[in-house]
């Protein structure tokens, strides 16, 4: 389902130009206009340019322009017609594997949705969607074309005191043309139907259960369960128990990839290695409970606690095929299965009408079900704070940090990458003049360090650099 998140023109009135500019190569500039047309028509338009070096260690530049629109039209007060579209041409640096880590490319995409909805009552809405998708990046080394069409099609209706039920029914199709496939094109049908009934137990008790049917040309069917408890302890404290089964289906590149890398120059032109899809695998299928407390104490203090247990089989990730000697031989395999558990806390407090402060961290362990190691490339701690100041003389002071604590990654090539842990810090001083229709804006991020690496992913290490702009923005309206 194409998904465009746009605020809705018949409620927001806005109009505005920004722009940025900066070291690490930055210039970004964005328009954007929402309103009203007529009594029945209003439609928003955004557009942009964006160019920025990237992080260093990998070919991450990129240089890309934007438009997207929405128009809505209402027929009545019951039924509403919308039109969403994107248009976009990009440049960048593609990392695409081991063998081909920079690849700079150009590419074109284009998205479209048409969407209905109908409010038939007051207890049921409808709504039935038509979308298209397109993408088309060329390069030297990878030349690749996707089409997507799809529909969808949702009720929801409450048959009785205290049950609001939804159903719906979901088909896209995706064909790709690929010189990096074999063959090079390959296609993949889906259908899914859900239904999900949302009833209240008590005042206090309500229980959410769903199901959802999932056909798709690399795997077949699948049956996606899932339930919700959410009780009112008393009033303002809140639990949240939910349990829920998820599938994840594999690529067209990991199903048929097939990427060679030939002996270097003066030898002769020999496949030396290879990265090849591999269709037998199977989905990666993960079991989630998840149990939650959220509350607000002495009337200003916000808190959310979050525990989670997920349950994964047949983690997909990238292995030496050692059926092959010659050449040598990466595909991806169904490797392991693995338990990921943590807790998340989450604190939001007001400490004056101007200055606000929320702090949240995250435990967590991911590790293999058979030797209880540690899955590559997950820290076990991070925490990440902000303090926000907003005083009426339109001057604002925001600081953000965050902690990311160390791990390895180990790529199926090569020595492990370690990362340590690191802090990030990000600040943006902002002025708003002229009846705050213009704002002034200074922003550093990644301020305690020049560079540091922050992810590896077998292809490069991609280092985050220290980056500090100015912004300058105006409001029409």
């Not at 998840?290 to 990730?317: A, C, K, P, S």
């Not at 991070?382 to 990311?404: M, P, Q």
């Amino acid at each position: 389902m194409i998904n465009i998140i746009t605020k809705d023109p018949e409620r927001y009135n806005e109009s505005f130009v920004t722009a940025r500019a900066g070291t690490l190569q930055l210039w970004q500039g964005r328009f954007r206009y929402s309103g009203r047309l007529t009594e029945r028509l209003s439609a928003s338009f955004t557009g942009g340019y964006h160019e920025y070096e990237g992080a260093s260690g990998a070919n991450d530049f990129h240089e890309i322009s934007k438009l997207s629109g929405r128009v809505k039209y209402r027929f009545s007060d019951d039924s509403v017609l919308h039109f969403f579209t994107i248009l976009g041409k990009a440049e960048r640096g593609i990392p695409l594997s081991v063998f081909t880590p920079s690849i700079d490319s150009e590419g074109d995409y284009d998205h479209q949705a048409l969407r209905w909805e109908k409010t038939i009552s007051r207890t049921s809405r409808f709504h039935l969607q038509v979308f298209r998708k397109y993408y088309d990046i060329d390069s030297d080394e990878l030349d690749t074309e996707e089409q997507e069409y799809g529909v969808e099609l949702q009720h929801s209706f409450s048959p009785g005191t205290g049950h609001q039920l939804v159903w719906g029914l979901h088909y896209y199709r995706v064909y790709v043309d690929s010189s990096y496939l074999r063959p090079t094109t390959d296609h993949d049908n889906t259908f899914s139907c859900f239904l999900q009934d949302e009833f209240r137990l008590s005042d206090t008790l309500k229980f959410i259960a769903g199901l959802n049917f999932e056909n798709n040309s690399f795997t077949g069917s699948s049956l996606s369960p899932r339930a919700c408890l959410l009780y009112e302890l008393y009033p303002g404290h809140h639990l949240r128990f939910s349990f829920a089964r998820a599938f994840q289906t594999p690529s067209f590149a990991k199903d048929s990839l097939l990427l060679t890398k030939e002996l270097p120059s003066p030898l002769p032109p020999i496949t030396a290695a290879a990265l090849v899809g591999n269709r037998g695998l199977d989905t990666e299928d993960m079991i989630a409970y998840e149990l939650g407390y959220r509350t607000v104490l002495f009337d200003r203090l916000g808190l959310n606690v979050e525990l989670y247990y997920n349950d994964i089989d047949d983690v997909v990730t990238e292995v030496l095929d050692h059926r092959f000697m010659w050449p040598l031989r990466i595909t991806w395999d169904n490797v392991y299965n693995a338990i990921a558990k943590g807790v998340e806390v989450a604190v939001d407090l007001p400490v004056t009408s101007w200055w606000k402060l929320h702090v949240n961290y995250t435990y967590q362990e991911v590790e293999k079900k058979r030797d209880n190691r540690d899955v590559p490339g997950t820290p076990r701690h991070k925490i990440n704070l902000s303090s926000s100041v907003t005083f009426e003389n339109g001057f604002s002071f925001d600081v953000r940090a965050h902690y990311v604590d160390d791990t390895t990654w180990r790529p199926v090539l090569g020595e492990p990458v370690r990362v340590d842990d690191y802090v990030r810090l990000d600040i943006r001083i902002a002025q708003k003049l002229l009846n705050d229709r213009l704002e002034l804006a200074l922003v550093g991020q990644n301020l305690t360090d020049k560079t540091h690496p922050e992810t590896s992913d077998g292809t490069a290490t991609y280092n985050a650099h220290k980056l500090i702009y100015g912004q300058v923005t105006w409001h029409f309206k």
